[in-house]
């Protein structure tokens, strides 16, 4: 009997699709389809195969569970490949090496029943060994050289997409921090009249023609200082060309922070919580309270939409999501889910 619930062409294409939105845009247009359309068509061929083999005896949950592995790392090893300066036509052959392997262990631990961190670190450890080895046949081949070899195995998209989220993260710790100086300077000049009386005579050294918006862009060139460049460019991309090029200025302005108030540094910083990206821990308990946030600004009919044509596994997830209760679906998956939503609300 098939597996009820799975339908692996609409998960394969689920998952090209927003891979597209993850791939490093350096790449080229023919290395960017070739992501895509390796991670589904290795999605899309594994769970047909999971789909058939009625001796498995897997449920829905696992099935995909598989499917999402293979498709995660077909994204990461093929980028891996594109960077690491081996030819494309000997891509495909590693590629379907890797992507064997993880099937096979994959299948094999959810038989015996390991949990799901044995079960990734086993699929880790061997797709490492695996595109290690095919690296050094293609150099005992004569068809890469020592150099190439050494590039092509030290590439791991993975790590690099990990450390950019910790990047990310210590940014949003910064802005954080300078949030609560901020309130522990406004909290000070309240406490104490003499400071009160040195702020307000500061205020007095502003320009009579400044108004409330340039203090305010004033304040978010001032708080822009310790961001990252690219971070800085996405927020100023938000703005229009005037408002950009204005704050621009004032990130240039010397002692920028002496000629503005404390509580519009404050009212910045909390503005810029809707333009920098919280990342919540992967649990349970916030994927609920991530898709519960959506649920309060955004209309049920407008989710509903989005997933009209999904798995009705992922439509089960969301209509239990509403009711505060989590529906038994990887983890993972559910992550992935939850920020698909968010993106396209």
Known sequence: MAIEGFDY?????SMAEQAKSLVPPELKDFEKDYVVKTLGNFTRLAGEALYNDTS?????????FISQIIAEWSFHKSIDLIHSGILPQYWDTIMQKIAFTIFEIAKQAIIRKLPQDQLLQA???HVIKVYKQSIEELQKKGVIDEEVKNKAQNQSNIDAMAQQAQAQAEEMRKAQEAERAANAQQNQSQNTPQKANKAQAG?????????????????????LK?????KVMTILNKFDSNDSLTISQYMNTANLESHIDGDIIVDCLKDM?????VKRKLSKENVILTLIDL??????????????NERPLVKRFIAQAYDGEYSEIPLKVAGIITEYIEENV
Do not use: C
């Open 9 to 13: 062409k609409e998960f394969a294409s």
């Open 56 to 64: 498995l005896n897997l449920n829905a949950d696992q099935a995909v």
């Open 203 to 223: 205020k007095a050294h502003i320009p009579e023609a400044l108004s409330n918006k340039d203090m305010k862009l004033m304040s978010l060139a001032l708080v």
């Open 226 to 230: 310790m961001l990252s460049q690219d």
């Open 295 to 308: 649920y309060k600004t955004h209309p049920r009919e407008k989710i509903e939409k989005i997933i009209k």
């Open 123 to 125: 699929v880790e450890h």
């Open 273 to 277: 919580k809707s333009l920098l990206p």
